[in-house]
């Protein structure tokens, strides 16, 4: 609690006690109405300050207003015909409690996002004659080389090139697994290093490093409103006038035909403490927040809630296979060489695959272990879907699926084994492929049963990757609908046949943001995995979920479910009661205290029932 919490807490128990023993004091008159003024003055003073202010800045009509009003008018009425001004002061203490309640929420959900905000790193440290300084990350060039001890966060994205350690990635990914790095080692800031020393030359500035970015997509998140939000805004705008002149009519109109004042202000003073809008002008971006907040807190980062809203309607996933279903990390499970030598067919492709950011060329890459030896490679070019191609030594060499052979004109030979195959040809002569194959990710089979499970009606697998490769993964993990042998482009294509199929409902695409940013933009809500490190997913993506786990996927549609459900709960119930109770107001069956329910109780029910995304998002 914070120390304004504390002591509006102790307004609130102060007024209480006073309120209630007061009722026990037999007191009349002015003697009276200076006794309540004390409990009501107490727990009321700032909003009436509030609603002064309100008026001088000529924005009067909100729910400052809508009190004061209420409260005084009800502390005239009482004072003019003897009355009770418990009445006054329970309308204001129990307005403040669901003030307290909401700041209380409000103040929890923003705890769990500044959790997240921890991973701002304030310096880097850089070797300089003197010793170690401590810089200021934000002017660190790229290619510096700095020093991270164990305790400290990695400021900027680089590469380790001394040292080995564990890193915490909890703040990033929700995951408390330590990740062991060594040299050669990618890391991104944010990162907490554990217990080595480590030397790191950067990769990136500090502000294209991936906390800065994670910081910016999370401080921007609730910029971007939701249609609820939207229509409750606009709902005020029209709402708290036409209530305040309603409530107008109703003091003056009968009273002038009834010559009964007493009774008509009475009620409209009932009417205005029951119209208070407060319940969903509070609720609902509460609910939201808090919703991305605990989102964030598990490694999944939603861009703004109108991104909730419409991840919470998805009912078709479709997912990329390669380092989302699969790890992307291959094996080598056999060499078939065609006249040619084996240890120099897996050479030839390492070298082509030198830059390749594809699982398929770091793991070929992986499979030689003499890299730096003073072979000439030059790279041609990437062709995203195929393959690679490189002049290695002074000839051209390709490395890659089946249409990228036929491109280049070589006679490929299919193999028997079971695998991804990755041909090599030199020039057009064929010298043979390498079968390499991928592992299913452990949680994999258990997250398409999720997604069945949280209402989603369809998963369909797309991938560039054999019929044969595809088939075999799907059937594994329970996916009926695939899509093999596709090109990046196919990609979209396919996924705009779903998309033209599923009008009524959303379709999300998910992908490890390696050539499928495209795809991923053009779904209704783009899906990102093991985003860490990967700064092109993080932006085409609406979804970024920072670890490559799928059950993240489920888990994030549930959260938005689970959000959107508490929202529309909120809508319903607030305006409901609302209604109802204002009738009942106007046609005098409902008292004051009948109001103060109405108004702070919807109010503390919505804020505890929006409060649910935080403690059990
Ligand atoms: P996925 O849909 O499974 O993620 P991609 O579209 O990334 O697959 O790639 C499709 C296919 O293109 C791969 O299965 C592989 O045959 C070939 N390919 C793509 N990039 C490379 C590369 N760098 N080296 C070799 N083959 C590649
Ligand atoms: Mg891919």
Redesign the pocket.
Known sequence: MTPKQKKNLIRIVVAAVLMIAFEFVTLTGTAKFFLYMIPYLIVGYDILIKAARGIKNLRALDEHFLMAVATIGAIGLALYIGGDYTEAVAVMLFYQIGEFFQSYAVGKSRKNISELMDIRPDFANVETENGFEKVDPDEIEIGTEIIVKPGEKIPIDGVVIAGKSALNTIALTGESLPRDVEVGAEVVSGCVNINGVLKIRTTKLFEESTASKILDLVENASSRKSKSEEFITKFARIYTPIVVSCALSLAIIPSIITGDFATWIYRALIFLVISCPCALVISIPLTFFAGIGGASHDGILIKGSNLMETLSKVETVVM????TLTQGIFDVSAVHAKDFDEKQLIHLAAHA?RY?T?P??ISLRGAYPNENDNCDVEILE?I?????RAKINGEIVS???EKLMDAVGAEWKSCYKAG?I?HVAIGAKYVGHVVISDVVKPTAQFAVEEMFSSGVKDVVM????SEKVAAQVAAGLGIKNYRSE?L?ADKVSELEKILDAEKNSKVAFVGDG??DAPVLSRADIGIAMGAMGADAAIEAADVVIMDDNPLKIPRAIKIARKCLAIVKENIVFSIGVKILCMVLGAIGIANMWFAIFADVGVMVLAVLNAARMIFNA
């Open positions: 990329d296979k390669t380092g695959e390749s594809h398929i060329g990437e995203a879907g195929q393959g690679i490395v890659g699926n991804t990755v797309l991938t560039g990757d596709l990046p390696i050539n």
